[in-house]
């Protein structure tokens, strides 16, 4: 008997097969998958089987944590990049993502980024480690992903199922780390994006960050790019919001809000030990709060303001979307499934290129 060697994908082999499209419907598969059956799940569909995650904190320090994240998705399907259209018979992943997140890493001396990451993924019918994938921008585009399609179920369709390509939107990025960077270029690719506002704690990132975008989207968009000097300032028109920071105090507030209705908020970042410290629970008690999982918001989200509505994928599955008027949050805490269906998918897109890892 004898056990095969894993693959390794590095991270430019991982880099040269990312795209949103192939990440997006991942993700989005990942959603519907972990909607229990009593909603709204016809027999057969999807599911997933996601134990919550474990934290280990490094010594004393809860600024320093490595995250396991298991997870199996049983029976999803998703387009073959090679005939797109095609849908593939459907899949099953078992994958288990190990990231580290270290918040003082952009501090260090040479910076360093605070999250790390790789997917390991598994044989499902042998149980053998079949490959090694670097995860770390795997992690940055699916948590991105799980953003625009928040973005997309909770924000745009209520105005109607073409206001995604039809309504201009103002957005503010608040934390213009490594995960508002992207969030920042992909909502300006998938969305038309009038007003750009652009906040981070210290100030020369933002503007870095402006004149990188501004170089990119030149001649090609109307975007308009401002730095904002607080919070405040970059939300008070914005319709959608996306906060990724590391802050313990609350940097939104209600009264922070443009006319303190029809907003969408995507709230992406964590304080040590608290999952939902960035927005202020006044905001969260006007508010329709929506999660990527039951299984991690029950674990990760112990003394929450408001009850949690619904799963975003419910709201994939049924279209109960909000009315228009609504303030609807996004608690994106990440999820394993997401990684597996996205590692999976980066695997077919390495292997069906040809492309060496
Ligand atoms: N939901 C999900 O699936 C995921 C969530 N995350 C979370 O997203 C957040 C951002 O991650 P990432 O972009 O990779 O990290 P980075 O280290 O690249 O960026 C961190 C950002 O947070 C800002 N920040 C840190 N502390 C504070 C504070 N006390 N007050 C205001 N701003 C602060 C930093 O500002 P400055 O430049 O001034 O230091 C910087 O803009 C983290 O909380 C991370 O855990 C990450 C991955 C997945
Ligand atoms: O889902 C993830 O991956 C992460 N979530 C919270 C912070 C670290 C990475």
């Known amino acids: 008997m004898s056990a095969k060697s894993p693959v390794y994908y590095n991270a430019d082999a991982v880099r040269r097969v990312l795209n949103w499209p192939l990440v997006n419907e991942a993700v989005e598969s990942a959603l519907k998958a972990v909607v229990k059956p009593r909603d709204q799940k016809p027999p057969g569909s999807s599911f997933a089987i996601q134990p919550k995650r474990s934290f280990t904190a490094c010594g004393d320090n809860s600024n320093k944590i490595l995250f396991t994240m298991p997870a199996f998705v049983g029976n999803y399907s ?78 745009f369709r209520r105005f109607g199922s073409l206001a995604e390509t039809e309504r201009e939107i103002n957005v503010a990025i608040v934390g213009c780390g490594v995960q508002g960077q992207l969030h920042a270029a992909a909502f300006c690719e998938h969305f038309r994006v009038k007003q750009l506002n652009l906040y981070n704690r210290t100030e020369a990132k933002a503007q870095e960050l402006a004149e990188q975008l501004q170089r990119e989207l030149r001649g090609e968009s109307a975007t308009q790019i401002a730095v904002c000097r607080s919070a405040k300032e970059a939300c008070q028109d914005a319709d959608v919001i996306c906060i990724a920071t590391f802050s313990k105090e609350a940097l939104i507030h209600i009264e922070d809000l443009k006319s303190k209705q029809g907003v969408h908020i995507n709230a992406v970042g964590a304080g040590p030990g608290c999952h939902f410290s960035e927005v202020a629970p006044d905001l969260y008690r006007q508010a329709q709060v929506y999660v990527d999982c039951y299984a ?52 077919d897109a390495i292997l069906s290129r040809g492309e060496a890892s």
């Open 78 to 155: 998703i387009a073959s990049e090679e005939s797109p259209g095609k849908v593939v018979s459907p899949r099953s992943t078992l994958a288990c993502k190990l990231v580290t997140s270290f918040g003082g890493n952009p501090q260090r001396d040479p910076p360093l980024p605070s999250i790390h990451a790789h997917v390991l993924l598994f044989d499902n019918q042998t149980g053998q480690l079949s490959a090694i994938m670097a995860g770390t921008d795997l992690t940055t585009w699916r948590t991105v992903s799980a953003s625009l399609v928040a973005t997309k179920h909770l924000y």
């Open 296 to 347: 991690n918001a029950e674990a990760e989200l112990k003394g929450f303001p408001v009850p949690i509505t619904a799963e975003l994928g419910a709201i994939i599955l049924d279209g109960n979307y909000p009315e228009k008027t609504a303030i609807s949050v996004f608690q994106s805490m990440g999820m394993a499934s997401e990684d597996a269906c996205v590692a999976q998918a980066v695997q």
